[in-house]
Nanobody, 120 residues
Framework: QVQLVESGGGLVQPGGSLRLSCTASGFTGTGYTFKDYAMNWYRQAPGKERDLVAGNSREGITVYIDSVRGRFTLSRDNAQNTAYLQMSILKPEDTAVYYC?????????WGRGTQVTVST
């Protein structure tokens, strides 16, 4: 069973930085590895829906929502089955639970999320 575990969240002041990690496991016997999946970061603020923040396709194309473009960077280390979300110039409105997600051919997997709080 494929599992995703996020880490790196925490409390940070406005203008600060955090790097989130998403480590995947459980690919044995599936016929696929981490590199075979599109990888996405989502976030869910209190009382709001879970929204896509950044996504990386299997072909290596990365997209960001407008509000984080230029501040957040998605990267992945397929050899380590790990993806990252480097977040800089953080704003209070970035406060949310951040989830990693991988998907392929209609199948998708989610992590349990990591809390990011941007506050003084």
């Amino acid at each position: 069973q494929v599992q995703l575990v996020e880490s790196g969240g925490g409390l940070v002041q406005p203008g600060g930085s955090l790097r989130l990690s998403c480590t995947a496991s459980g690919f044995t016997g599936t016929g696929y590895t981490f590199k075979d999946y599109a990888m996405n970061w989502y976030r869910q603020a209190p009382g709001k829906e879970r929204d896509l923040v950044a996504g990386n396709s299997r072909e290596g194309i990365t997209v960001y929502i407008d509000s984080v473009r230029g501040r957040f960077t998605l990267s992945r280390d397929n050899a380590q089955n790990t993806a990252y979300l480097q977040m800089s110039i953080l704003k209070p409105e970035d406060t949310a639970v951040y989830y990693c997600n991988i998907r392929r051919d209609g199948n998708q997997f989610w992590g349990r999320g990591t809390q990011v709080t941007v506050s003084t």
